[in-house]
């Protein structure tokens, strides 16, 4: 094993990390922001907008 190439290619695996990070937090907010927006708004019986 190449230790030294290891060590070399360490903070190119970790912008590779925090990348993916990121991406993933901005699928996550994108996703409550959909659902704030297109949830619905009226609540019947403590229920989201289910009514029997």
């Not at 094993?1 to 991406?23: Q, S």
């Not at 927006?37 to 009226?42: A, H, V």
């Amino acid at each position: 094993m190449n230790f030294n190439g290891f060590l070399e290619t360490l903070p190119l695996m970790g912008k590779g990390m925090l990348g993916i990070f990121i991406v993933t937090g901005v699928i996550i907010l994108c996703v409550y922001a959909l659902n704030a927006i297109f949830s619905p708004k009226n609540k019947k019986n403590g229920k989201d907008g289910e009514d029997k």
